[in-house]
């Protein structure tokens, strides 16, 4: 939950993580986090107004992601959206949950250089999107079949161990020599800039059944830094690959996956290498954040992207594109 003012400064920006709460069952539950979204997000809207030292009344227009998505999670979001946008007498902006994330990197960056290529990079998503300016969009490329984020988890799963998976694989890489075990580089046709992933899992699995680790940590963090430099070259291959061939002067990387540090790291040293800026949130904005709404929400607002209050969320919704 966030309050942002002249689309420049957060007032606030309140974080709820359920990650413990979906730990034990190793993946998000849909029901429990719909439980927990009705829980918290009354004291949370609340929390941001009182540490923004702001009022409902000052509010001017009320930002609400409203897909894709859990239907049971954005149900609440968008009910109480509404309720204010009609209490308040306020425009109710609806937001793409991308779009969010593609925002968050003008949180930290209000000079960015256009056009951009941003790689958007998570659990559930890996797209690429050409971006003339802020708001404008066309999809260059996504994955066929996996998310990199959903494969990093699996890859945990499959070593044995917890939820999230992708923050115990990048702790597990830094350990390990990502050269001892290969895993392949999928789909790098040069023709598109979509991914693939599936692969990968199979891959590993296939590793793992010939194997013997016997506990061993030190091979356990062997195959997790090679199945990671895997996913995150492919990430990085194509990117880069787009950057060239659409001549932009500017990356981004966005999304959950953007708090990997191999990824990170790659992406950074690529610009450099041909004199562009890259603009990647601190980590903080990488996973899924009111801020990065409410800045979105703000540039969708200035488009005069006002909703109605027969706005329903769409589960399966796809970013609209102007690019």
Not at 116 to 129: D, I, M, P
């Amino acid at each position: 939950m966030a309050v942002l003012e002249d689309g420049k400064r957060l007032l606030a920006d309140i974080l709820s993580s359920q990650v413990d709460l979906h730990k034990k069952y190793g993946g998000v539950v849909p029901e429990l986090a719909c439980r927990r979204h009705i829980e918290t997000v009354d004291p949370l809207v609340r929390q941001a107004l009182e540490t923004s030292g702001r009022t409902f009344q000052q509010l001017d227009a009320i930002a609400v992601t409203i897909g894709p998505g859990l239907i049971g999670a954005l149900l609440v979001g968008v009910s109480l959206a509404k309720a204010l946008s009609y209490a308040l007498k306020i425009p109710l902006v609806p937001v793409h949950h991308l779009e969010g994330h593609i925002a968050s990197a003008f949180i930290e960056h209000t000079d960015i250089m256009f056009p951009s290529v941003a790689l958007v990079v998570s659990g559930g998503h890996t797209n690429l999107y050409y971006l003339s300016k802020a708001g404008e969009y066309r999809l260059l490329g996504k994955t066929i079949d996996d998310a990199a984020g959903e494969v990093l988890d699996k890859g945990a799963r499959m070593l044995g161990y917890g939820y999230p998976g992708g923050p115990i694989i990048d702790q597990l890489a830094q350990k390990g020599d990502p050269q001892r075990v290969l895993f392949p580089r999928p789909y790098r046709s040069s023709l598109n800039y979509d991914f693939s992933f599936s692969g990968l899992k199979t891959s590993l699995l296939q590793t793992l059944s010939r194997m013997k680790l016997d506990n061993d940590p030190g091979m356990h963090a062997d195959i997790a830094a090679g199945y990671q430099a895997a996913v995150v070259d492919s990430l990085v291959e194509k990117t880069f690959s787009a950057v060239e061939k659409e001549k932009v002067n500017s990356v981004m990387l966005v999304g959950g996956v953007a708090a990997n540090s191999v990824l990170r790291r790659k992406i950074k040293e690529g610009a450099e290498r041909i004199g562009i800026p890259a603009y990647i949130p601190s980590h903080r904005y990488c996973t899924d954040n009111g801020a990065m709404i409410a800045m979105a929400g703000m540039i969708r607002y200035d488009k005069g992207m006002i909703a109605s209050l027969d706005l329903n969320p769409e589960p399966n919704l796809e970013l609209l594109l102007t690019a």
